[in-house]
Every structure is written in C-alpha cells, then in structure tokens.
C-alpha cells in the first residue's frame, strides 16, 4: 500500500515539473505552428510544447508566450514576422543580427499596439533601409538598437508618445533620407550637426517641444525638399540660405522673431511657406512666393510683387501692423481661394468680388471697412441677412445677381454717400422702403426681377435711373421721366438705357475720343463717329481689364453698376485687312448686328477710328470653354453641361451656315472662340471677319490668319480656302475635347491625330465592329 503512494505522489510531482502543453492557449499554438515553418530552427523541433523551444519564454504558469528571441538566426525572410505581432501577451521581441532588408508595415501596425510590449531589438540589421513605427503606443525613449545598420534611408516614427531629445547618434546614419518624429513629445535643441545630413529630403519634426535656435547650418543641406518644424518652441532667428532646395517650408507656431531673410522668399522652386504665429518684424520682402505669415508684427504694405504668384491658393498676412491699399495686382491670382487681411491697418476702399461663386451669407464684420468706397459683390451665390454696410460706401453697392430674399433693409438709408445701389436679380420681396428717398447722392437704384409690391417711392430728379422692370406687383403712380416703365410706345422690347461711358476705358485702349453709346434690347444698333473730348456729359468711368486674345484685343469694361461689357479692339494694320478692306468691316457689322441667335455672340454696337475699330459685345461671365475645359474649373463640368455646350454650337453654327445672304464662315473656330455665358449657354465669337476679305485678292486664302493649331484641317494646306467643312472638322475638335478633357494638342500629337490612332487600335483588338 505504501508503494503505491509513494508511486501516486512522485506522478502527480511529475506532472507539475513538466510544462503542460495544453495551457498554452490554442490560438496561440497555432500561431507558433506556423511560424514554424519560416524558422527552421523551430521547424526542426521535436518538442510539441512551443515553451520549450530555443528563444521562446512564456509566463509562469506556462498559459501565454512571453519573449520571443530570433537573434542571429540568419533570417533575411521577413515576411513572416505580422505573424510575430499576434502574439498578444508578448512583452519582448529581440530581432537582432539578422539579414533583414526591410520591416513589413504590417509588423510595424501589429506590434506598435501590443500595450506590454516594452522591448524591441532591432540591433544589428545591417540591411535595413526603411523603419516605420508611426501612429503606435510607444513611448520613453527610442526603444530601437539599430546597430550597425549603415544604409538606413527613411526612419518614421511619428505619432507615438517619444520623449527625450533627438539623439546625437541619429546622425551617424548618413544616409537618411526622410526622418519624421512629428507629433511625439520631444524636447531639448536639435543636433548641432543635422546639417551633415548630406542625403536628406524629408525633415519633419513637427508638433513637439523642441527649442532653442534652429542649426545654422541647416543651409547646408543641398537635397532638402521639405523642413517642417511647425508647433514647437524655437526661437532666434530664422537661418539664411534655409529655402535654397526647399519647396515647402513649415515654422508656424513657434517664438522665432527678427526680419524675414531676404534670400527666404525669393527661391522659385518654394511652393509653400508658412511662418504665422511667431514674432517677425520688418516689412515683406518685395520678391515673394505664396505663404502664410498670420500674426506675427510685419509693418510696411503689401508689396505688388505678390500679383506674380499665380499659382498662389491662399493668402494670410492676418493680424499683423500692415498698412496702406491692396495692390490692384492682387486681381491677377486667379487660383486664389482664401484671403486673410484681418486685424492689419490697411485702408481697403475698394472691393470687387462679383463674378465668382461665393456662397453664404456676408459677414457682419463688413461694416469694419472704415475706409470703403466701393463694394461689388454681383453675380455669385450670397443670401441670407444683408448686415450693416460701412457707412463710407459712395461709389456702388452691388448685390445684384445673388440668392437674396426678404425685405430690402432700412439700413441702406444710412449710405448717405451712396451714388449707385444695385439689388437686382435676388428675390426680395414687399415695399420698396421709402427711407431709400433720403439717400441724398443717390443716382441709380436697380430694383429689376424682384419679387417687390406696392408703389414706388417718388425720388427726386438728382436719380437718373430707376430699374423696377421684372416686378410686376410695383405700382408706378409717378411715371418718372426716367424709370424703364414709364417710356412710351407700343414696342414689345422696350429700349433700355444701358450707357456704356469709355471716357478713360478709351485712353486705356488708345482711343482718342470721348463717346456714349445707348444700346437697347431691341438690339438698335448704332454707329458712333469720333467726337472730341468734352462733346458728353462726364460719366463715372469703367474698369478695364485685360482680357483673353482672341483674333484681337478683347478687354471687359466694368461699369460702376456692376454691369460688364466686352470690347474688342481690333487694328487696321493687322494682316487679314491685307487680303480685304477695312471699309467692308463696318458695311458688315451692320449686318452681324442685327442677326438674334442665342449661340451666336453678336456685337451689340461698334466705333471705328482712323487706326483701329472698337467692338462691343455683351459680357460673358464664365469666360472662354478652353479655360473652363483646360484650366482650374475643369472637374467641375459634368456631362449635362457638356452636352449642353456641343449642342449650343452646334446650333449657332447651323445658324451660321444657314444665313439667308450667305454663310458666315469662321476664320478661327477653336474653344477659345466659344464664349460661355453660363456652363451651359455656349456662343460663337470672332464671327464678324471673314467677309472682310475681299474676292479679288483670292477668295478664302486665309492661311495666314485663320484657324490655331490643332483646329486646322488637313486640307487647308494645299485648298488656302475656309469652307463649311473646314468649320465642321474644327468643331469635331471642340467635341473631342469635351469628351476626353484633352488640349487641342499634347505633347506634340494633335487631339484630331489622338483620336484616329485610339479608333484605329480599338478596331484592330475587336473592339469596333
């Protein structure tokens, strides 16, 4: 009996000094079964139990593993190791002396969130050339040995909780090309010598607690792309020579102070710098590149220089002491979407911001402008509640065109300065205040396609004109002289005094005559003949701005109530009035005048002088096709507005060639002669030149003024002539253009080629029949 206890006790002390395979859990078995088979130390094992195989810990009670140890195992494989990181309960992984080249970000995703991982031994990984560590757990110092890994090239460890500084030895690794420790807690100065970083592109050390000066010889660098040290706490001043590489340069939210370097600004590679919230002094260097320099103290004013940044997208010179007027060349960047000028001392009198797309509602803090004169905000998406408009506002107020409704507000009788108020085309409704009377400067109030009622407040004569039209609830009981409802007649298109005053416009485009010219909706046309200075009244002058060429100079008149015009000028020295006589052009204006197509971009009236002749037409808002297709809009034109677009001109060129005296061919039909009135009303300019040549001086051999490259039709080589087929390929053009998006020529090959060469292969794969 006492045998058979004895042999009972010494099996059951057995068993608890064997490990007990079945308590380690059955996942994670699985786990070591598989890895078994790219370790072949492991895979040659006879023990069933992973806890006693070589480099394998578990934990006491032998239910998880807990350290795993691969060191120099001469793995270079490393593809298994995702497989490592889903081990749960690992607090060790010791990876050193191997063969890796690389690490598999899914390791790096895996392992970085096993929270009892505390060590990681990378020591000795001679081959490897990129770490990612970023958006983990880590925290403490680096928890990395990289050893002898000399050809180490990107080390990416942002987004953990790091601490400490950055270490000296970082830069034993010479040939780093993008370090990112952003968004850790570093702290303490950068290392003296990061500049010996010969190799580096990418340095980002963004949001830490980094100070100190930045490194002077940070101008070392040769091969830097991209320096951000935003969000941290350097200071000093910022080093020259910093932007020799760069294109993007980021030290906002940092102590830096003294003048900005005037090399910094000036390099043409930079795209982007922003140097907001520091403390800068000192004026804006004159030659700049787009940036953010948002609270900081610059002085001075906005240097003209900035106009020449086209491709700048945005603009924040906020919150510093800048003074004096935006410079006009401001209205040159185009690619412009947000401009910040808050909590400066500039004296902004005039704002111009009608034909864009703003939406919303207008900012309450508009009644700040103190110095403004003029406010144009016509043609965009604006509704909401109209606030209170700065009470120095004297040469226009223009909220045409926009989504506004309601009441018109009592507080525009407060613009006593006011001479021209425009709220045209919205949808406001009841009475026209009476208070508007009171507003002693006021010459013209346009009221048109409203949804006003009532009667219309008496104005006195000093108000020249008076545009209720579209409103048909308005009483008239005064039948003023000059409101568009009170003129007699029984014409249904009723003449509109819309008066076109190029008193400087023509000194700006060298003419040298005053004239008016009155244009109807009846589409009267008119002749006018040089006058000298002085034979008119004296109108409030235009705005003129450059314009597209099309088979001219085409420039747009902004008159101060908002409404635009196109002129074109067009001189009789150009080279087609070689092939024709310049007297025919005004015998055929007369003519084109009168034609009515909606697609069809007509002159509305006309004036010729000695040299030149000065053509006028209603104004496109959305300019040319080609930039709609071709420039920053091009996404946004879906296919409704496409095809709207191929049948406008398809239409006004059936219209063309139909003419009951003729077709009207087209010197130059391209996409640049198709002017959009909206993303889907198309018109046909440059329609008013190909009669001019005369038939004597061979008919049609026009091959040295019509047709762009790309739009030309082959046989235009050998025939010289402009035909209606001619017209037809060119439209062909313009239709593959809306379909694919492409120029009318790309790398040297022509749309028109393109699309053969495409048509030719698909058949020659069955994909045509």
Sequence with gaps: MRSHEQRVYFFFFFLSSVPFVLSLSSTQKEIMEKLSRSVLVWGNEKEPNPCAWKGVSCSSDYSSIANLSLSGLSLSDSSFLPLVCEIVSLEALDLSDNSFSSVPEGFITACGKIDGLKQLNFRSLNDLKRLYLTSNYLSGNVPINLGNSKVLEHLILSKNSFTGSIPDGLLEYRKLVRIDLSENQLSGPLPGKIGDLSKLEELILSSNNLSGEIPMNLSNFQNLLRF??????????????????????????????????????????????????????????????????????????????????????????????????????????????????????????????????????????????????????????????????PLSLQIALNLSHNLFEGAIPETLSRLQGLEVLDLSNNKFSGAIPTSLTQIGSLTQLLLANNQLSGVIPEFGKYVTIIDTMGNPRLVNRTLQRNSPQSFPGKRKSVAVAVVIAVTVAAASLGIGVTVVIAVSISRRFYRVKDEPLGATEDLPPPQVVQGNLLTAMLSIAVMPSGRSYFIKKINWSDKIFQLGSHEKLGQELEILGKLSNSNVMTPLAYVLTVDSAYLFYEYAQKGTLFDILHGSFGSALDWASRYSIAMGIAQGLAFLHGHTSGPVLLLDLSSKSIMLKSVKEPQIGDIELYKVIDPSKSTGSVSTVAGSVGYVPPEYAYTMRVTMAGNVYSFGVILLELLTGKPPVSEGTELARWGVEQHSTARQVGSHP
């Excluded at 240097?303 to 006009?328: F, I, Q």
């Excluded at 864009?356 to 508009?366: E, K, V, W």
Aim: proline share 5%; aromatic share 4%.
């Design 228 to 389: 951000a040290a935003n969000q941290n706490k350097f200071i000093g001043n910022i080093p020259v020579g910093i932007s020799r590489s760069l294109k993007n340069l980021d030290l906002s939210y940092n102590k830096l102070g003294g003048q900005i370097p005037t090399d910094l600004l000036m390099q043409s590679n930079l795209q982007t710098v922003d140097l907001s919230y520091n403390l800068l002094e000192g004026s804006i260097p004159a030659k700049i590149s787009p940036n953010m320099l948002e609270n900081n103290s610059l002085s001075g004013s906005i240097p003209s220089e900035l106009g020449s940044c086209r491709s700048l997208a945005l603009l924040n010179l906020g919150m510093n002491y800048l003074t004096g007027s935006l410079p006009v060349e401001l209205a040159s960047l185009s690619s412009l979407q947000v401009l910040k000028l808050q909590s400066n001392k500039l004296n902004l009198t005039n704002l111009n911001l009608q034909g864009n797309r703003l939406s919303g509602s207008i900012p309450a803090t508009i009644d700040s402008l103190k110095y403004l004169l003029e406010l144009q905000l016509g043609n965009n998406q604006l509704n909401g509640h109209i606030p209170g408009m």
